[in-house]
């Protein structure tokens, strides 16, 4: 069996990662860095057989590492993945994939010279719920979708300082992705606005003025979808929202993120006409664990998963990090690399969904005129 040897970089959230690399089965060696010495420590006690890096640079430049996982701040996405993929190693990378058009097009250029794969790691697309609306579409359950929305409310004051004043819709990856894996189309155009005000101190770092921004997205294939996105000084509960409406059903995310999502289902009249009843129902999501390995089975529940009871725990459909994302995350982008093809979030998808965000905050700060979100070829 083929083994791949991983860095991970980053282990603040990047370190929910760090033990489903080493129980992959495809894994070989499991390296770790963190320019925080103590949490690099921590994390070598609690995973036996990992190794450290001392630098990025010890990382790019050892032949033995195969693949890199970058989890680190928003602005060094770009430079990184770059890097890595000079370095002629497999990147993946945390959301966005960069803050600016051109930075996305560096990244798709260093992955065409590289022949590496290139994979943005957006939680959303490996969620419950997105599996969940997958298989309805799979089945037509949906009917014609005719309406696409997204949303992502989180309240980011008194993280870190590069957080401070982001545009929101930067990092819309989370209320942008679902839309687009499920429209089968790609974002051609946006229009946005920019609302709110937030204290002037968060002005300076990025130049944008609003806490929130809301934007209509034009699909290729001519459907449309909304999406809103707020940082700072609103108060709304955390949610990473997603919705649905189809012609026969519509798919609705609960008020907060672990809320159970309502579907509504069209019940036709007994003559066959459209003037029949709505059915909704608050539906408990099932859990996706049969796709992965077992013995990354159990990072669909984290820690609600109970070793003496394992298959009892994996009914569950909640508990895992981002809705038992990351499991799904990690064998996509192994699987990619032992397979030689194309991840299914690629540098193409992974450039629509970031370019749509970018471009919408390039739309808000127009007061709302369209832009034409460009292709990277």
């Not at 991970?8 to 770790?32: C, D, R, S």
């Not at 430049?61 to 770059?82: F, G, K, N, R, Y």
Request: include cysteine; proline fraction near 6%; aromatic fraction near 10%.
């Amino acid at each position: 069996m083929k083994k791949i040897n991983v860095a991970l970089v980053g282990l603040g959230f990047g370190g929910a990662f760090a033990e489903i690399y080493k129980e992959h089965p495809n894994v070989g060696e499991v390296t770790l860095f963190d320019t925080n010495t103590d949490l690099l420590k921590a994390f070598l006690d609690r995973i036996p057989g990992a190794k450290a890096a001392s630098s990025f640079d010890e990382i790019l430049s050892d032949p033995a590492i195969d693949a890199v996982h970058l989890v680190t701040p928003i602005p060094l996405h770009a430079e990184q993945s770059i890097a890595v993929l000079n370095a002629k190693k497999h990147c993946a990378c945390t959301v966005p994939m960069a803050t600016s058009l051109e930075d996305i097009q560096r990244i798709v250029d260093a992955k065409s010279r590289s022949g590496k794969n290139y994979m943005m790691m957006e939680t959303t697309l490996y969620t419950y719920q997105y599996l969940y609306c997958q298989e309805m579409l799979k089945t037509g359950a949906f009917g014609k979708i005719q309406f696409l929305r997204g949303s992502h409310y989180q309240d980011m004051e008194n993280w870190p300082d590069y957080w401070m004043g982001l545009p929101p819709m930067w990092y819309g990856t989370h209320a942008i992705a679902p839309m687009i894996g499920l429209s089968g189309s790609r974002i051609k155009r946006v229009t946005c606005f920019g609302s709110g005000a937030m204290r002037k101190g968060l002005h300076t770092q990025y130049g944008n003025p609003f806490p929130v921004e809301s934007a209509l997205f034009e699909f290729e294939n001519g459907l449309k979808g909304e999406a809103t996105r707020s940082l700072f000084e609103t108060a709304r509960v955390y949610q990473e929202g997603m919705f649905v409406y189809g012609s026969n059903a519509c798919f609705e995310w609960g008020f907060s993120d672990g809320d159970t999502p309502y579907i509504t289902t069209l019940i036709p009249a007994e003559d066959g006409s459209r003037g029949g009843r709505y059915e909704v129902n608050v539906t408990q999501m099932p859990n996706y664990h049969s796709r992965l390995p077992e013995p990354i089975q159990r990072f669909t529940v984290g820690g609600n998963y109970d070793p003496l009871n394992p298959q009892k725990s994996l009914e569950k459909g909640a508990g895992g990090g981002h809705h038992g994302s990351h499991p799904h995350l990690v064998h996509e982008f192994i699987m990619s690399i032992i397979e030689e093809r194309t991840p299914a979030i690629d540098e193409h998808l992974a450039a629509n969904i970031t370019a749509a965000g970018l471009c919408a905050h390039i739309s808000a700060m127009m007061d709302g005129e369209k832009v034409v979100v460009p292709e990277f070829n």
